[in-house]
DNA sequence: TGGCATATTTGTCCAGGACAAACATCTGGA
DNA sequence: TCCAGATGTTTGTCCTGGACAAATATGCCA
């Protein structure tokens, strides 16, 4: 039950702490310890390992390099700036294809202008209309911003910020668009993501999208257990389930976990996965939906199939 | 790196698998083993514990139990009928007292109705106003429907459609009242929660209060690492931090984040903290707003110290 | 070049022991 | 009667060091 988060005064944190703050489980962290000799915390009286801030820092470093692709017996225990300098060639790619919305939001993030943040995207919603801006401008930024923060260009009070804004700007969309006349008509699609996944911005799109179909979609929010969404496609009487990944889920867990949830729900139930997730394949019964724009084409190929079903009789 | 998130054919689940989808950790899952006999996995070839469908269901039962005080010592172990009757009892107290509108929204939530459930609280907050929704109704229908669920008559999926729906409609009022002309002005105040805290519902109801009474709200979203809450008070030059805490969080760790906090940002920056966590008590330089209504005279406080401040020179 | 077999790296799991924080219970004083 | 403090029990988390399979890299042949 000692779960003391952080030291008092000197700043030293306990191993559930790091685990935490990094993303690194414990196991991890000690194997790492033992094979390559780092980190390398204090031991305080009962022998429990203490991480010095730096330390800390240093391991942040190093999950963004292996996030990015690097093996960490070639990073851990290498020296701040060698890992700084690795990190400036991870994706400096992207960087030249970035529109000029992606650095307008960006040179906001970087000056921590909150308000000016909501009135660019609101603006470029307006502008833009909410499909284009949900399928195609919403990934970009998103995935600008990730790519900034991985190079180190961006602190994480900055990545939840943007976050937090383009939720905002999003959502509010979201309602007008329905509160808009439209009617609403099946298919009746159920949002979440699996337990593993805590982002929430792909699958706002996605509703976005759905919405603009003049679907009736309902969300789950994130992380709902794989049983309670089959328990919840019963209870709502669910045609589509839509899960989103992002880029930082194994893919190998979100198949098995889409296996899962295929063999919980009745035939009839479609699953549709989508989202930044680069391993993600499509497998009976269960589709991929690459891009966002795909929603539109498969949620009239799904009526098309619903009228064909139904009407032969 | 196995990590099958559950087998293929007869439902058994890894006990990563078991972790994420009872939220307990797997050395509590193995000593629970040890100690008390149960759980009992079988194993597979190599010899790793594989635990059936059924022993999953009763360990979120316990789990229920044990979020609810009971300990576990006393429940792991016995039977799924012995659990469900102390599931029964648990928060019956608080049936006596429930209003009318959490009766209403518990029945909704039961049908899994969205759009009534929505309607409902949007039209509350119409009929009732924002400030009483926020400070009075919503952490009101919160514990009703946490008391709901932890006697068992709530799904966890219906608890995530409660939290979605109140979060749609009282993020649309909060952007109503924020371009509803009232001048916006300080003190600045930055919201977040500790990083073991993903509870977003009571960090939303403060930034309906804070907004209501003019004040310049800037919201970091959910679990964000207190170095970066440090760091994003410095860029944003917050003049208060608002922390808010759920009762799931233990005391001890929400204050000793509280002392890393306060350490981290000069003394002319306020913490607030607030939240239905029973032991949150006041320190040197962390005041606590027992709840939202105290939101509106605190921040008359700070203006009134401010401008005495300012104005001998 | 591309496909396949082999070697290395790496994350997760196991057992069983230890201990401090959290919780329950008992005790004495206002 | 009730509250504060001392004492005992329960319980979650940490430890070590070993093991292995999945993931990745490397060598080889067509």
Same mark, same amino acid.
């Given at each position: 039950?000692?779960?003391?988060?952080?030291?008092?005064?000197?700043?030293?944190?306990?191993?559930?702490?790091?685990?935490?703050?990094?993303?690194?489980?414990?196991?991890?962290?000690?194997?790492?310890?033992? %094979?390559?000799?780092?980190?390398?915390?204090?031991?305080?009286?009962?022998? $429990? %390992?203490?991480?010095?801030?730096?330390?800390?820092?240093?391991?942040?470093?190093?999950?963004?390099?292996?996030?990015?692709?690097?093996?960490?017996?070639?990073?851990?225990?290498?020296? !701040?700036? !060698?890992?700084?300098?690795? *990190?400036?060639?991870?994706?400096?790619?992207?960087?030249?294809?970035?529109?000029?919305?992606?650095?307008?939001?960006?040179?906001?993030?970087?000056?921590?202008?909150? @308000?000016?943040?909501? !009135?660019?995207?609101?603006?470029?919603?307006?502008?833009?209309?909410?499909?284009?801006? +949900?399928?195609?401008?919403?990934?970009?930024?998103? $995935?600008?911003?990730?790519?900034?923060?991985?190079?180190?260009?961006?602190?994480?009070?900055?990545?939840?910020?943007?976050?937090?804004?383009?939720?905002?700007? *999003?959502?509010?969309?979201?309602?007008?668009?329905?509160?808009?006349? *439209?009617?609403?008509?099946?298919?009746?699609?159920?949002?979440?993501?699996? /337990?593993?996944? /805590?982002?929430?911005?792909?699958?706002?799109?996605?509703?976005?999208?759905?919405?603009?179909?003049?679907?009736?979609?309902?969300?789950?929010?994130?992380?709902?257990?794989? /049983?309670?969404?089959?328990? +919840? @496609?019963?209870?709502?009487?669910?045609?589509?389930?839509?899960?989103?990944?992002?880029?930082?889920?194994?893919?190998?867990?979100?198949?098995?976990?889409?296996?899962?949830?295929?063999?919980?729900?009745?035939?009839?139930?479609?699953?549709?996965?989508?989202?930044?997730?680069?391993?993600?394949?499509?497998?009976?019964?269960?589709?991929?939906?690459? @891009?966002?724009?795909?929603?539109?084409?498969?949620?009239?190929?799904?009526?098309?199939? $619903?009228? $064909?079903?139904?009407?032969?009789?």
């Amino acid at each position: 039950m000692t779960n003391s988060d952080t030291s008092d005064g000197s700043h030293l944190m306990s191993i559930a702490a790091v685990e935490r703050d990094c993303g690194l489980p414990k196991d991890t962290l000690r194997v790492w310890e033992r %094979r390559y000799g780092f980190p390398n915390p204090l031991r305080d009286r009962h022998d $429990e %390992r203490m991480y010095p801030a730096d330390q800390v820092a240093t391991l942040r470093l190093i999950r963004r390099l292996v996030e990015a692709g690097h093996r960490p017996g070639k990073v851990v225990g290498r020296s !701040d700036e !060698d890992l700084s300098e690795l *990190l400036r060639q991870v994706g400096v790619p992207a960087v030249q294809v970035i529109g000029a919305e992606a650095r307008q939001v960006l040179e906001l993030l970087g000056a921590c202008d909150a @308000a000016g943040l909501r !009135d660019v995207l609101h603006a470029t919603v307006l502008r833009d209309g909410l499909g284009a801006f +949900a399928a195609e401008i919403g990934p970009g930024l998103a $995935e600008a911003v990730g790519a900034a923060w991985s190079r180190g260009e961006l602190e994480i009070h900055q990545e939840h910020l943007f976050t937090e804004q383009f939720t905002t700007v *999003l959502r509010s969309a979201i309602n007008a668009a329905q509160g808009a006349g *439209l009617p609403r008509r099946r298919p009746r699609v159920l949002f979440s993501t699996f /337990p593993q996944e /805590p982002h929430s911005l792909g699958l706002l799109m996605a509703e976005a999208m759905f919405t603009l179909e003049g679907c009736l979609g309902i969300s789950l929010g994130v992380q709902t257990p794989i /049983p309670e969404i089959a328990a +919840a @496609a019963r209870a709502h009487k669910a045609d589509i389930l839509a899960i989103s990944f992002s880029s930082m889920i194994p893919a190998l867990q979100a198949l098995a976990g889409l296996n899962e949830l295929r063999a919980l729900v009745p035939e009839t139930v479609e699953i549709w996965a989508g989202g930044a997730c680069p391993g993600l394949r499509p497998k009976p019964g269960v589709s991929v939906l690459r @891009a966002l724009s795909a929603i539109g084409p498969a949620v009239t190929a799904w009526r098309a199939r $619903e009228d $064909e079903g139904s009407t032969p009789e």
